[in-house]
């Protein structure tokens, strides 16, 4: 089974700063991965499919890159909505969870 | 795209519950569809595939107590929880993949199942 290993568990920062986000794979998954964000008591919603393809609709503050078993999520400019949780997605073998950033804005 | 998750509630371990998702605003037949779940408090938890032909996946915390299965007349996803366990309390999403397979994109706004005696 495919592991995601998704840090800073927690991360605070202000807004108009730029964050990242990192998930590690424990193998290869050939850029399979997207972005979700969460706010509280709300569904998780898409942000980035297939590493660094951004969902319609979604701010382009947001990107991801990586490649191989490392990946980032980037938001430049934070905002006061950026509040939220951000999980990963690996879907090169079925699918497996990050466990999640909790991004504070101070 | 709106996904209707229902049937969550309180029961007791090694009992059995069911939950539906009715899906509309999109030709349910040709998407692939998802259970995820999230532990209060927790991260998200994938729990079970069925693609546009039937076909099924299953984490294995649940495989062999837990089935996935689609009525496309009606538009409605299921999830069959059986022998179920404390560690199954979780809030219960559906999701239909982005394109016909593949990631969840659009979620429903999830159903609360609780197994406590």
């Known amino acids: 089974d495919i592991q995601m290993t998704q840090s800073p568990a927690s991360l605070s920062a202000s807004l108009g700063e730029t964050v990242s986000i990192e998930c590690l794979a424990s193998?290869?998954?050939?850029?399979?991965l997207a972005w979700y964000q969460q706010k509280p008591g709300k569904s998780p919603q898409l942000l980035i499919y297939y590493a660094s393809s951004l969902q319609d609709g979604v701010p382009s503050r947001f990107s991801g890159s990586g490649s191989g078993t490392q990946y980032s999520l980037k938001i430049n400019s934070l905002e006061s909505e950026d509040a939220a949780t951000y999980f990963c997605l690996q879907d090169s073998e079925y699918w497996t969870f990050g466990g999640g950033t909790k991004l504070e804005l101070k | 795209v709106q996904l209707v998750e229902s049937g969550g509630g309180l029961v007791q371990p090694g009992k059995s519950l069911k939950l539906s998702c009715s899906a509309s605003?999109?030709?349910?037949?040709?998407?692939?569809m998802h259970w995820i779940r999230q532990a209060p408090g927790k991260g998200l938890d994938w729990v079970a595939y069925i693609s546009s032909s039937s076909g099924t996946v299953y984490a294995d915390a649940v495989k062999g107590r837990f089935t996935i299965s689609r009525d496309n007349a009606k538009n409605t996803l299921y999830l069959q929880l059986n022998s179920l366990k404390s560690e199954d309390t979780a809030i219960y999403y559906c999701a239909r993949s982005v394109t016909t397979e593949g990631i969840p994109a659009y979620w429903g706004q999830g159903t609360l199942v609780t197994v406590s005696s």
């Open positions: 605003g999109f030709t349910f037949s040709s998407y692939g």
């Open positions: 193998e290869d998954i050939y850029n399979n």
